[in-house]
């Protein structure tokens, strides 16, 4: 809309220049002749015989001399031809000799131009003001003129099924316990008297919680389409514009439509945006996102006690929402999707893979047992990379080679086969990759190894893929020490072979001192027993988590500082006891690695 304004500008300006024109050139002074002449110069010819004809038109007199030369001029208005040719001195005689014709006076353009002259001004502002209501419409200041519209939109109205997405339970793997849960929802909106019967009430809104991609949305269509009703989907950051109130406006419509069409489902995805804590002293009540979720409260709040209308609400960050859209009566049910086991990445793989040619040789379960810790939409991901790896290879199918190569992708980005290393960075990056897999195969509490390659990915100029053997979720001191002596074998062999280090180790260093810090401060597994020092502010499900403030003295901040240092050298003791112990096989595998760049699982055990 900003580039049309000049030109709607340029258009009404040219409009009001155009009609100017028209008047100046039609009227009576612009039309007029240069041969007319005085009524008394007419009646001097006249009398003097040298007029053959006269043409009286209303005013205007046309007179034709006897050199078939035309001259025009005018009489008094209301006055005939004969009584103003009297009024200087010619006689009716005279008159007799000429051809006198008289014809109704025509009103030519002048007579059409008149009304038009009031009409078409009156057009012109209005076109004026309907093209100034339309650019500001389009602009920051006309979202105000649809405050109080739905935001919303509405999927199926639970009678035609082409109007319904088609995503069903079945579409959806790896939390069988979140949709056996939600399930319930859907029985409830089909059969909602056999719950009220017995004097059960559904839970008004239902907080789907999981990290992202795991299928919140997902699932929630599916809830609609399995349920066979109206389905409005709305973001949270949608609810709120420009004025203060139209969040406000906008869920009171959002809630009235939701009751015109019951039973149905509102779906309300990344309900942070709206429903964030409140704090004492931060924002108040004039503040436009607070005013929002507090209609969304009152509104959930004063549903009827048979209402047919369910509120879906998504949000990977929970602990950040205000605790009265938690309570019970409003959001009262929590399901949480979490990340799929490696039964649940198979079965997603397969949902994903349908409608793919596949290869003989492709293994989903391989590619699931070599994806922990994978949501949902990093497996579809995987698949879709694997796909269009195939197609630049101008292979017909996919193959096992295309889905272990985009996991490598998903996880650290393409190979980066232009950024060529130096012959001594090849060998640095060839040594301490071995360190890291040497140090992980001689650990009984490590992960195992599964490739070892020196092709730059991302940042990185190389890299050991490590697997847990089997699907955890509790991690024991032995395996936290055992991971802390990995890290540090890249840069241990590094010391040990070339006595000397290099930045190639500073992101290993960098989660060295990590995991040791919360080995003391966060697990309880250091000299000082159970305690955990610090407070903590995190987010459950994003991975981000930071001390906000400390509960203990200076004094207890230097004996942790002596502890993290304690379990890092130990850890580095470690390190350097395997490699130098079996520093043969470290320069065999670092020489291997330095040939062929990169060493699969076989060829390395």
Not at 155 to 164: I, L, R, S, V, Y
Not at 174 to 197: C, R, T
Not at 367 to 396: H, M, Q, W
Request: charged fraction near 30%; charge should be neutral.
């Amino acid at each position: 809309m900003k580039n049309k304004a000049p030109k709607n500008i340029l258009i009404i300006f040219l409009s009001f220049l155009a009609v100017s024109a028209i008047f100046a050139l039609l009227n009576p002074q612009a039309l007029q002749k240069t041969n007319e002449v005085s009524l008394s110069s007419l009646a001097q010819q006249i009398s003097q015989g040298s007029i053959k004809e006269i043409q009286v038109s209303g005013d205007k007199i046309t007179a034709l001399d006897n050199q078939d030369k035309k001259i025009t001029s005018r009489k008094e208005t209301g006055v005939s031809l004969n009584d103003s040719l009297k009024a200087y001195g010619i006689n009716e005689e005279v008159l007799k000799a000429i051809d006198i014709k008289i014809e109704q006076e025509k009103q030519g353009l002048m007579g059409w131009l008149f009304p038009l002259s009031i009409i078409l001004p009156i057009v012109i502002f209005i076109l004026f003001f309907w093209l100034i209501a339309r650019q500001a419409k389009g602009g920051p200041m006309g979202q105000g003129f649809n405050f109080m519209k739905m935001p919303a939109k509405l999927f199926g109205d639970g009678k035609d099924e082409k109007k319904t997405e088609k995503v069903t339970f079945d579409d959806i793997a790896g939390v069988e316990e979140a949709k056996d849960e939600i399930k319930e929802v859907v029985d409830f909106l089909k059969n909602p008297k056999k719950y009220q019967a017995l004097g059960a009430r559904i839970p008004r809104g239902v907080l789907l919680v999981g990290p992202p991609g795991v299928g919140k949305t997902l699932l929630a269509r599916a809830v609609a389409n399995e349920a066979k009703v109206p389905f409005f989907s709305i973001v949270g950051s949608e609810f709120i514009e420009l004025f203060v109130g139209v969040g406000a406006s906008r869920t009171r419509a959002l809630f009235l439509e939701a009751k015109k069409q019951q039973p149905c489902i509102v779906f309300i995805d990344e309900l942070d945006a709206i429903g964030k804590m409140r704090m004492p002293g931060m924002g108040g009540g004039h503040e436009e996102r607070e005013q929002t979720l507090n209609q969304i409260l009152a509104e959930m709040d004063g549903f009827e006690r048979d209402t047919n209308i369910i509120i879906l609400g998504a949000t990977n960050k929970p602990e950040s929402l205000d605790p009265a859209l938690l309570r019970p009566g409003r959001f009262d049910r929590r399901v949480v999707l979490d990340l799929p086991d490696v039964k649940g990445r198979e079965e997603i793989l397969q949902i994903h893979c349908k409608g793919k040619p596949l290869d003989d040789t492709a293994k989903i379960n391989e590619v699931a047992e070599r994806t922990p810790g994978f949501s949902g939409a990093d497996l579809a991901n995987l698949v879709n990379e694997a796909a269009i790896l195939a197609a630049k290879k101008n292979r017909t199918t996919i193959s096992q080679t295309e889905l272990l190569e985009s996991i490598e992708k998903v996880l650290l980005g393409p190979e980066r086969r232009s950024h060529l290393l130096s012959e001594k960075e090849k060998e640095i990056t060839a040594y301490h990759e071995a360190g890291h897999a040497l140090t992980a195969t001689s650990l009984p509490g490590a992960e195992d190894v599964r490739k070892i390659s020196i092709v730059a990915r991302g940042m990185a100029a190389g890299y050991t893929l490590s697997l847990p053997k089997r699907e955890k979720r509790i991690k024991t001191k032995s395996e936290f020490l055992a991971e802390l002596a990995v890290l540090l074998s890249g840069y241990v062999a590094e010391r040990l072979i070339f006595k000397e280090l290099s930045t190639g180790a500073a992101n290993d260093l960098e989660k060295v001192s990590e995991l040791a810090r919360d080995l003391v401060t966060k697990y309880g597994m250091a000299k000082f027993g159970p305690i955990v020092f610090g407070i903590r502010e995190s987010m459950t499900f994003l991975g981000w988590e930071q001390e906000t403030e400390k509960n203990y003295s200076e004094k207890t901040a230097t004996e942790i500082d002596e502890e993290v240092a304690k379990f890092i050298k130990e850890a580095e003791g470690v390190a350097v006891k395997i490699l130098t112990q079996k520093k043969a096989m470290l320069t065999k595998i670092a020489k291997v690695l330095i040939e062929k760049e990169t060493i699969e699982k076989e060829e390395f055990e």
